[in-house]
């Protein structure tokens, strides 16, 4: 099993509530899991999504594990560059609700923050 990397080595942080919101959705799983996938997809509105999933496996030639406080997220390494330096963070609208980037790279986005799109 990889090796979770430190927190110097890791490409985002994540705020406390995101952090909790992770843990909630890994908890109310109905599948075993080895931690929540982070990443990035080509597609969406603006050029490239955010990917939010349950990971039941660890790629080891393209994802990393990262620990944040005993959440256990798995980021591959294309993704891991375009969200470097990226804060995840968990909101609460009047609409709805989820987790939302704030993400250096992006130089632009679509109105529903989900698809961005980067130089």
């Not at 030639?61 to 470097?84: N, P, Q, T």
């Not at 609409?95 to 529903?112: I, L, Q, V």
Request: charged share 30%; net charge neutral; hydrophobic share 30%.
């Amino acid at each position: 099993m990889t090796e979770a990397m430190t927190q110097a080595e890791r490409p985002i942080t994540m705020t406390p509530k995101a952090i909790e919101m992770g843990k909630r959705t890994l908890a109310e799983a109905t599948e075993p899991t080895v931690g929540l996938r982070i990443g990035v997809k080509g597609g969406g509105c603006s050029g490239y999504y955010y990917v939010f999933e349950l990971a039941t496996k660890i790629r080891e030639r393209r994802d990393r594990l990262y620990d944040f406080d005993g959440l256990r997220v798995i980021i591959d390494d294309r993704s891991a560059e375009l969200l470097r330096g990226s804060k995840l963070d968990w909101e609460k609208r009047l609409m709805g609700y989820g987790f939302k980037w704030e993400n250096p790279n992006s130089k632009g986005d679509c109105g529903c923050g989900q698809s961005f799109t980067v130089e």
